[in-house]
């Protein structure tokens, strides 16, 4: 839905209104934008991030005027020029309240989207958002992979779930692969992403960190 629109990635998440607590976010930007993202903690001088958390029910930004006139001198202008690498050029958010919680739409563009759709953008953007809001899922569901921000790792996809859990009943690969149907190698491909996404150095921390997530079940 987001690329009929000529997106190039789009964000969502839910949040506690009240603590500005992120319970969760979503994201198809870059997975390199993402962990330079984290590494340089621009959450704490991300002006969007700020609007959603404070429940501003509609952004817009252009981070290429905005890191003209911030420099790199502030954070927040380090981020803004430092986005502009991946085209994440303009950011669009809609934001909506519910009781306690909050959920959150943010699409980026490469190019301004007046010029993509006309000066009905916003309009159609709301019912856009609106439409996506209804499909906002938190990570781990099977449907759907995504960078889990704030947590420090990605969710696993159920095929990493379930060779994690025969490395946690100490199958050897040869009977994980013949189990699950698969080669040895897609079966050490599996262990290397889920060991990837959790973070660990070794398959038994994998698995670990796995159960302790409420990833894998012991």
Not at 11 to 18: K, P, R, Y
Not at 85 to 107: F, L, P, Q, R
Not at 125 to 131: E, K
Not at 162 to 183: C, W
Request: net charge negative; aromatic share 10%.
């Amino acid at each position: 839905m987001a690329r009929k629109i000529g997106a190039n990635a789009v964000n969502a998440g839910a949040f506690q209104c009240d603590t500005k607590e992120i319970a969760w976010v979503r994201s198809s930007m870059d997975p390199r934008w993402l962990e330079e993202y984290e590494a340089d903690a621009f959450d704490a001088a991300d002006p969007l991030l700020d609007g959603v958390l404070s429940c501003v029910p509609e952004q817009r930004f252009d981070f290429r005027q905005l890191g003209r006139t911030l420099g790199k001198s502030s954070k927040a202008g380090h981020m803004s020029n430092a986005v502009l690498a991946y085209e994440y050029n303009y950011m669009i958010s809609n934001t909506w309240a519910d009781g306690g919680s909050g959920k959150c739409v943010a699409v980026a563009f490469e190019h301004d989207p007046d010029c993509l759709f006309g000066p009905g953008s916003a309009r159609a953007f709301a019912t856009i958002s609106a439409m996506m809001a209804v499909a906002l899922l938190p990570p781990g569901d099977d449907l759907h992979e995504g960078w889990a921000w704030g947590t420090g790792w990605q969710s696993l996809v159920a095929r990493e779930r379930d060779v994690l859990s025969f490395v946690y009943q100490g199958l050897p690969e040869y009977m994980i692969a013949e189990t699950m149907r698969i080669t040895e190698f897609e079966v050490w491909s599996l262990i290397h992403s889920a060991s990837r996404k959790m973070r660990a150095r070794t398959r038994s921390q994998a698995v670990a960190l796995a159960i302790s997530r409420g990833q894998v079940e012991p």
